[in-house]
């Protein structure tokens, strides 16, 4: 079992430092996810990771379809449970099928992640950065991060630092952008465009934005410092500054510290 603190974008960040992927040998190749701790997942933590096989190179990627996705066509797509559960029929890997390569990992000794600058592929664990790293921007949102899901974990964080009568460093900018106009009323729905705008946030229109160097988010000078939940940061991608990745909850905490560090969960009582 993950940490609480652990994401899909974790286990991404976790699998691109892999020798093997970083290594270019799964260009190409179909990636399948799977596990107990991918079952365990939400759909939409899993559609982080199905995205996110463009940065492992990888021609696609798959989870094999369960109950938890025939209940998500049901809501999502207003079909009845037959219908849903004759849609992913048979959507699996065959009993037995032979991989090119299988690669192991437990998930419940993942540690909230960041890539550094250049490469999706420079992951290591947020507590293993050498020094503190102050931040000018934080941008929460893209395709790959701007879920129902991840505006849950946004929400969470800075609906506890609202709670603690925090705002957001003057210094940095904080921006939060969903993925879909959905997505945007869920937000308003769930009252989070308050919480974000109670800490200092800006929330923005749903687009393609900073992860395409557009918008609000961008970095604009070599010397600003982003930390991000899109799903690459390679040089010039969102702009000329220094861009770290991360999950949407070390993005929001650190967001409201002013440097990269990761969510921390609170105990009950706390």
């Known amino acids: 079992e993950k940490p609480e603190n652990v994401t899909a974008k974790d286990f991404m960040l976790e699998i691109l430092r892999h020798p ?40 696609t990627g798959i989870v094999a379809p369960d109950g938890k996705v025939v209940e998500y066509l049901m809501q999502q797509r207003q079909m009845s449970r037959a219908e849903a559960e004759k849609l992913v029929d048979g959507l699996s890997s065959d009993d037995g099928a032979d991989y090119v390569k299988v690669i192991e990992i437990d998930a419940s000794q993942i540690r909230p992640m960041l890539a550094l600058p250049g490469d999706p592929g420079n992951g290591l664990h947020v507590d293993e950065l050498p020094e503190r790293v102050q931040i000018d921007i934080a941008y929460a949102g893209s395709c790959t991060a ?105 993005v929001a905490a650190s967001a409201m510290a002013g440097y990269i560090t990761a969510f921390e969960v609170q105990e009950a009582g706390v």
Request: glycine share 10%; aromatic share 10%; with cysteine.
């Open 146 to 250: 701007g879920k129902k899901e991840d505006m849950d974990m946004y929400a969470r964080v800075l609906r506890e630092a609202y709670e603690r009568g925090e705002r957001k460093p003057e210094h940095v900018q904080l921006y939060i952008q969903c993925g879909s106009q959905e997505v945007y009323r869920y937000c308003q729905e769930q009252g989070y465009d308050t919480i974000f705008a109670s800490v200092g946030a800006t929330f923005i229109e749903p687009s393609c934005g900073a992860c395409i160097n557009a918008g609000p988010g961008v970095s604009r000078k070599t010397t600003d410092v982003t930390i991000s939940a899109i799903n690459r940061n390679f040089p010039g991608r969102s702009g000329p500054g220094q861009l770290y990745l991360a999950s949407p909850y070390t």
């Open 20 to 59: 093997y992927i970083k290594e270019g040998h799964a260009i190409g190749q179909v990636i399948e996810y799977a596990g107990s701790a991918v079952e365990a997942l939400s759909v939409d933590e899993r559609a982080t990771m199905t995205n996110m096989a463009a940065e492992v190179g990888a021609f």
